[in-house]
């Protein structure tokens, strides 16, 4: 549990309860004494940028990690309540100017909530309002109840999962091409058009070097349907 901070007797407050981490909203980002305060106690700070110019944030960046800051998000959104649309592409803005000073994240106050696509964004935390079923509140329109806030969250965490990049497999080897040998060749034959062909799958080098192979001789014995590698070939001599 941590808390927005609006003022300095908040923030002793807060600090008398030993609150971990302050969040800073869009509307206090231009109070200069309240960012520098905050920055001081070196707790982690989530601030948002809805209702902030460029230079404001800029200068809250530096005001915050001038004054002890060394953990801070910056949480795009858009300061409408609810917000019919999202400026997603902002996040990544955001994440050129700070040059890894700061985490990029999304403030969401849109109706039906967009996490999957701020997540595909770039956004690495998630804001999002949360109330009790059957209670009407004055942020109600844009809130989500705990079963949909819990489906809010698995989606995010499904569209993060498929942001990760990924190797190639083995079975996706299976089914590239690569160079084999198509008969069997001695310790010391040349490859040639008769004996090396660039077939399925991909566990042998590259087609890029068919040239090269053809250009050599075998440094081993290589039986027919075996691929060619840099162990068996002595172009990598």
Not at 11 to 40: D, G, W
């Amino acid at each position: 549990m941590f808390s927005s901070v609006y003022c300095l007797d908040g923030l002793a407050l807060l600090e008398s309860l030993t609150c971990p981490a302050y969040k800073i909203a869009s509307f206090e980002l231009c109070h200069h004494r309240l960012l520098t305060a905050v920055a001081k106690t070196r707790k982690p700070v989530i601030a948002s940028c809805g209702a902030a110019d460029d230079g404001e944030i800029l200068e809250a960046v530096r005001i915050l990690s001038h004054n002890g800051c060394s953990q801070l998000a910056l949480l795009h959104c858009v300061s409408d309540y609810p917000a019919d649309h999202a400026g997603l592409s902002r996040i990544n803005t955001l994440k050129q100017w700070v040059n890894g000073r700061a985490l990029i994240g999304f403030s969401d106050h849109t109706a039906q909530g967009v996490e999957t696509l701020a997540v595909a964004a770039g956004a690495c935390i998630l804001e999002r309002h949360l109330r009790l079923p059957m209670v009407d509140t004055e942020d109600g329109s844009f809130s989500d109840v705990p079963t949909v806030f819990e489906a809010y969250c698995h989606n995010a965490g499904a569209a993060h999962e498929l942001m990760k990049p990924q190797g190639t497999t083995k079975e996706v080897k299976r089914f590239k091409r690569s160079i084999y040998c198509t008969k069997d060749v001695a310790e010391g034959e040349s490859f040639s058009k008769d004996n090396v062909a660039v077939i399925r799958p991909g566990y042998g080098l590259h087609p890029r070097m068919l040239d090269a192979v053809l250009d050599t001789v075998a440094t081993t014995a290589i039986k027919r349907g075996e691929p060619i590698t840099r162990d068996n070939a002595d172009l990598f001599a």
